[in-house]
Protein backbone atom coordinates (compact mmCIF):
# COMPACT_ATOMS: atom_id res chain seq x y z
CA UNK A 1 0.00 0.00 0.00
CA UNK A 2 1.75 3.21 -1.23
CA UNK A 3 0.26 6.17 0.14
CA UNK A 4 0.51 9.40 -2.22
CA UNK A 5 0.44 11.62 0.45
CA UNK A 6 3.41 14.58 0.17
CA UNK A 7 3.96 15.00 3.87
CA UNK A 8 4.11 12.77 7.55
CA UNK A 9 1.10 14.70 8.92
CA UNK A 10 -0.62 14.13 5.58
CA UNK A 11 0.37 10.31 5.81
CA UNK A 12 -0.74 9.99 9.24
CA UNK A 13 -4.31 11.87 8.78
CA UNK A 14 -4.99 8.66 6.45
CA UNK A 15 -4.47 5.87 8.64
CA UNK A 16 -6.53 3.61 10.20
CA UNK A 17 -7.18 4.92 14.04
CA UNK A 18 -5.86 1.62 15.56
CA UNK A 19 -2.42 2.59 13.52
CA UNK A 20 -2.00 6.18 14.04
CA UNK A 21 -0.82 6.23 17.61
CA UNK A 22 1.37 3.80 16.98
CA UNK A 23 2.94 5.14 13.73
CA UNK A 24 2.77 9.10 15.87
CA UNK A 25 4.90 7.53 18.37
CA UNK A 26 7.30 5.74 15.89
CA UNK A 27 8.02 9.63 14.23
CA UNK A 28 8.35 10.91 17.32
CA UNK A 29 10.82 8.43 18.10
CA UNK A 30 12.86 8.98 15.24
CA UNK A 31 12.41 12.56 15.01
CA UNK A 32 14.18 12.77 18.96
CA UNK A 33 17.23 10.47 18.52
CA UNK A 34 18.30 12.00 14.70
CA UNK A 35 21.59 12.79 14.19
CA UNK A 36 21.62 16.35 13.04
CA UNK A 37 22.13 16.76 8.63
CA UNK A 38 19.25 13.90 7.95
CA UNK A 39 15.70 15.10 6.69
CA UNK A 40 12.74 14.03 7.28
CA UNK A 41 10.07 14.14 4.31
CA UNK A 42 7.79 11.27 2.42
CA UNK A 43 10.02 8.71 0.29
CA UNK A 44 8.82 6.14 -1.73
CA UNK A 45 4.76 6.23 -0.23
CA UNK A 46 6.52 6.12 3.31
CA UNK A 47 7.62 8.67 5.82
CA UNK A 48 11.36 8.62 4.55
CA UNK A 49 14.57 10.29 6.11
CA UNK A 50 17.19 11.42 3.55
CA UNK A 51 20.35 12.77 3.27
CA UNK A 52 19.40 15.72 1.22
CA UNK A 53 20.91 16.70 -1.85
CA UNK A 54 22.34 19.74 -0.20
CA UNK A 55 24.65 17.61 1.79
CA UNK A 56 25.02 14.90 -0.65
CA UNK A 57 24.71 16.28 -4.23
CA UNK A 58 25.09 13.03 -6.27
CA UNK A 59 21.85 12.14 -4.80
CA UNK A 60 20.47 8.41 -4.89
CA UNK A 61 22.14 6.30 -7.95
CA UNK A 62 19.43 4.88 -9.16
CA UNK A 63 17.19 8.03 -9.37
CA UNK A 64 20.05 11.22 -8.79
CA UNK A 65 17.26 13.33 -8.93
CA UNK A 66 16.16 12.11 -5.60
CA UNK A 67 18.09 11.84 -2.13
CA UNK A 68 19.94 9.52 -0.93
CA UNK A 69 17.82 7.63 1.03
CA UNK A 70 18.57 5.79 4.94
CA UNK A 71 15.28 5.47 7.32
CA UNK A 72 11.62 5.03 6.52
CA UNK A 73 8.25 3.51 8.14
CA UNK A 74 4.94 2.83 7.03
CA UNK A 75 1.70 1.12 8.07
CA UNK A 76 1.59 -1.97 5.81
CA UNK A 77 -1.73 -4.28 5.27
CA UNK A 78 -0.43 -6.50 8.30
CA UNK A 79 2.38 -4.96 10.11
CA UNK A 80 3.99 -1.99 10.28
CA UNK A 81 7.65 -1.58 8.67
CA UNK A 82 10.61 -0.04 9.70
CA UNK A 83 13.13 -0.11 6.80
CA UNK A 84 17.32 0.97 8.09
CA UNK A 85 19.75 0.85 5.14
CA UNK A 86 22.35 1.03 8.27
CA UNK A 87 21.66 -2.38 9.37
CA UNK A 88 21.55 -4.01 5.74
CA UNK A 89 25.07 -2.24 4.83
CA UNK A 90 26.66 -2.62 8.20
CA UNK A 91 27.04 -6.24 10.02
CA UNK A 92 27.96 -4.23 13.20
CA UNK A 93 24.95 -2.25 13.45
CA UNK A 94 23.13 -5.61 12.66
CA UNK A 95 24.57 -8.12 14.79
CA UNK A 96 23.89 -5.43 18.02
CA UNK A 97 20.39 -4.32 16.99
CA UNK A 98 19.65 -8.55 16.51
CA UNK A 99 21.44 -9.07 19.89
CA UNK A 100 19.26 -6.23 21.73
CA UNK A 101 16.22 -6.92 20.28
CA UNK A 102 15.19 -10.20 22.90
CA UNK A 103 15.91 -7.20 25.96
CA UNK A 104 13.44 -5.24 24.22
CA UNK A 105 10.38 -7.13 23.09
CA UNK A 106 9.19 -10.54 23.83
CA UNK A 107 8.30 -11.25 20.26
CA UNK A 108 10.73 -12.83 17.94
CA UNK A 109 12.08 -10.81 15.53
CA UNK A 110 10.53 -10.58 11.83
CA UNK A 111 12.92 -8.90 9.44
CA UNK A 112 14.24 -9.10 6.17
CA UNK A 113 17.81 -7.73 5.10
CA UNK A 114 16.71 -4.02 6.22
CA UNK A 115 13.14 -4.16 7.17
CA UNK A 116 11.78 -4.77 10.44
CA UNK A 117 8.52 -5.88 11.24
CA UNK A 118 5.60 -5.40 13.23
CA UNK A 119 2.48 -7.49 13.59
CA UNK A 120 1.68 -6.00 17.20
CA UNK A 121 1.74 -2.20 17.03
CA UNK A 122 1.51 -2.33 21.18
CA UNK A 123 4.69 -4.48 21.21
CA UNK A 124 7.29 -2.00 19.29
CA UNK A 125 10.23 -1.36 21.31
CA UNK A 126 10.37 2.37 20.91
CA UNK A 127 13.50 2.64 22.87
CA UNK A 128 15.34 0.21 20.74
CA UNK A 129 14.66 2.09 17.73
CA UNK A 130 15.54 5.17 19.19
CA UNK A 131 18.91 4.15 19.90
CA UNK A 132 19.06 2.98 16.69
CA UNK A 133 18.50 5.80 14.78
CA UNK A 134 20.93 7.65 16.58
CA UNK A 135 23.89 4.59 15.86
CA UNK A 136 24.64 6.45 12.38
CA UNK A 137 25.61 9.62 11.02
CA UNK A 138 24.93 11.09 7.38
CA UNK A 139 28.52 11.25 6.56
CA UNK A 140 29.06 7.53 7.99
CA UNK A 141 25.91 6.54 5.64
CA UNK A 142 27.75 8.36 2.33
CA UNK A 143 30.91 6.71 3.40
CA UNK A 144 29.63 3.29 3.56
CA UNK A 145 27.07 4.20 0.68
CA UNK A 146 29.77 5.29 -1.60
CA UNK A 147 32.58 2.02 -0.66
CA UNK A 148 29.68 -0.84 -1.57
CA UNK A 149 28.97 1.31 -4.76
CA UNK A 150 31.88 1.76 -6.41
CA UNK A 151 32.58 -1.88 -5.29
Same mark, same amino acid.
Given at each position: ???K??? *? /?????EL??D? $? ?8 T?? #????E ?5 M ?6 Y?? *?K ?9 ? *?E??? *? ?7 ? #? ?10 ? $? $? ?19 ? +? ?5 F ?7 ? /??? +?????K??P ?9 N???
Amino acid at each position: MTSKATS *P /EEYISELPEDR $KAAIIKLRETVL #NNLPEGFQEGMSYGMVGYVV *PKSVYPAGYHCS *PELPL *PFMSFASQK #NFIAFYHMGIYA $K $KELLDWFVAEYPKHCKYKLDM +GKSCIRFKKVDAIPY /ELL +GELVTKMTPQEWIDIYEHNLKR
